[in-house]
């Protein structure tokens, strides 16, 4: 029962899958884009609704990769496939990434574009239904679908089928020819530029390695590859979509142009829009095999005549490369390793050793008698190293303790010093043992009463130090919270201005009905400053043209006059 149950939740997917592919193609073929002759432009038409409907053209090459490494497929390798469900996540994060960055007034549809771009991929690299798609197929499907620059493409596309020192592996660029080749065939443009065993060599026929340089110089160039032509195609319809031709259509007789616009070298003055041309109409004396020439721009003719003499008297060329060039040699990562040495780290046994070791001879076999002011020296050495000597064993010293414990080391020191000038002496006197033990319990009491001490004051320091560390981290998150609550409120405000401000405002102007009478009587007298500025304008021309009569009148009167002087003088001569 829960197998069939199953069955039937995968076929309705299914089902759903197929709907939304015949919803996408059926409203690219709603757009009559069959209608375009020439192949080049009917492949990036077809692709370019494809992007804009799914939404890629507001997202960039960069993004793609950004959208790539946090779901962990940027050091993958490239012949993994792919399931369904990590398909839909890739896109996913693309597109709640884009909403992220976008304004809330044109935030996206997520999930319809999500929807719409995995069917279509589905439907390009998948039309068996196997649930598998290769990641590198989805690296070449994403980098040739979204926007940006085509520079930035073709760098990322490199990247992907060339070896570490920067040469491309011809076979990756086989297989890169064979996935993104799949993109027109999907739009129904299989015959035109579907993939051949060919292509591969017509791109590059005469180099025997291929750097960077040499590959852009390739994709980039006028005209590109044969199989590849609709590429820049691509970015080139993108980038003329709004530019505006305030020149009328010799055939539709439209009065301004938007996208491309096309001259015939042949007819005077005969230009088409991009519909017009795109479908081969004509007019008049005009033919189909007429040469036309293509316009991305428009310039006056006074911005004609200036770039024209500009060109003229320039010594150098004024043609920009297509790109600009890049090092052979891909630029590794900086490896800090060996520039920044690592800490040394010291042996604090070592430091004692250093310390309470002399530097020649052994400790054992110095019978010398050391003067007093060396022997004061090295008890303080001792001394110092005591607190190393006994870690971990219940007795922590500081430095202050073991200068007084040093006075102890001089006594003992003083002893051994006579034991060694007169040891027979010292051992038949009846008070050795005496003074002995009168220096241990002396010593023993000092140890004791420095330690309990020392104890306690360390004890006390330490819990008032983590009291107030407690006390100072608390103050300090306090504050943070109540920063970032006022962050919150401060982005809560800003988002409820924004949106009432993006409100229509009838439903204002109805619950204040003075502001809308205001702004009837607004309305009103700016209609009426509007007529009294026409007419006055109108007088004004007429007094204008008045004004030329009676300069016409005047300049006639003064020729009569002159005209009229000239005899009388001839005659009075």
Request: glycine share 4%.
């Amino acid at each position: 029962m829960v197998q069939k149950q199953g069955m039937i939740e995968d076929c309705g997917s299914q089902g759903s899958t197929m709907a939304d592919r015949r919803q996408l193609f059926a409203e690219m073929r709603a757009q009559d884009l069959d209608r375009i002759r020439l192949s080049t432009y009917r492949t990036a038409c077809k692709l370019r609704f494809v992007q804009k409907k799914c939404n890629l053209h507001l997202v960039d090459v960069w993004n793609i990769i950004e959208a790539l490494r946090e779901n962990g497929l940027n050091s993958v390798d490239p012949n993994i496939e792919l399931s369904v469900a990590r398909l839909e996540a890739v896109i996913a994060t693309v597109f709640y990434q884009l909403n992220k960055r976008l304004p809330t007034t044109h935030q996206i549809n997520v999930e319809q574009s999500i929807s719409l771009l995995l069917n279509f991929l589905l439907a390009a690299y998948d039309p068996e239904g196997h649930g598998k798609i290769p990641v590198f197929a989805v690296k070449m499907a994403l980098a040739t679908l979204c926007g940006g620059k085509i520079l930035d493409k073709l760098r990322y596309i490199f990247s992907l089928i060339s070896e570490t020192s920067g040469v491309m592996i011809y076979g990756k660029f086989d297989q890169f020819l064979r996935e993104v080749l799949k993109l027109p065939t999907t739009v129904f443009e299989g015959p035109s530029f579907g993939y051949t065993e060919q292509a591969a060599r017509s791109c590059f026929s005469q180099q025997k390695t291929v750097m960077l340089n040499t590959f852009l110089d390739s994709l980039m160039s006028d005209p590109p590859p044969q199989c590849l032509v609709w590429l820049p195609l691509l970015h080139r319809l993108a980038n003329v979509e709004n530019v505006f031709h305030p020149v009328e259509c010799s055939y539709c007789h439209s009065e301004s142009m938007m996208g491309f616009r096309y001259r015939c070298q042949q007819c005077h003055n005969y230009q088409l829009c991009q519909d017009c041309f795109w479908r081969g109409l004509a007019s008049g004396s005009h033919s189909n095999q007429h040469q036309m020439k293509e316009y991305t721009s428009w310039k006056s003719p006074a911005k004609k005549l200036t770039n024209a003499l500009s060109k003229s008297l320039s010594c150098a060329s004024s043609r920009e490369p297509l790109h600009p060039m890049f090092p052979d040699q891909p630029e590794k990562p900086l490896n800090l390793a060996h520039i920044v040495p690592p800490r040394p780290v010291t042996s604090m046994n070592d430091a004692v050793f250093s310390h309470s070791v002399p530097s020649s001879g052994s400790p054992f076999t110095n019978k010398s008698i050391l003067p007093k002011v060396a022997a004061l020296e090295q008890s303080k050495q001792l001394a110092r190293t005591a607190p190393t000597l006994l870690q971990g064993k219940g007795l922590q010293y500081s430095f202050d303790v073991a200068d007084r414990l040093a006075d102890e080391h001089v006594l003992i020191g003083l002893y051994v010093n006579m034991l060694q000038n007169n040891p027979s002496r010292m051992i038949d006197s009846p008070s050795r043992l005496d003074e002995e033990h009168r220096l241990i319990a002396r010593y023993a009491a000092r140890l004791a009463a420095e330690n309990a001490a020392t104890q306690q004051q360390r004890g006390t320091a330490d819990i008032s130090y983590t009291i107030d560390a407690n006390k100072q981290q608390r103050q300090l998150i306090a504050e943070l919270e109540n920063k970032n609550r006022e962050i919150l409120q401060e982005i809560q405000r800003l988002r409820l201005e924004h949106e009432q401000a993006s409100q229509p405002t009838p439903e204002k102007a109805q619950q204040n009905p003075t502001l809308l009478a205001e702004l009837r009587l607004l309305r009103q007298r700016k209609d009426e400053l509007e007529q009294r500025m026409s007419a006055l304008q109108e007088s004004r021309r007429e007094l204008m043209v008045q004004l030329e009569g009676l300069m016409k009148l005047l300049k006639e009167e003064e020729l009569r006059q002159a005209c009229d002087l000239c005899p009388t003088s001839e005659l009075s001569f």
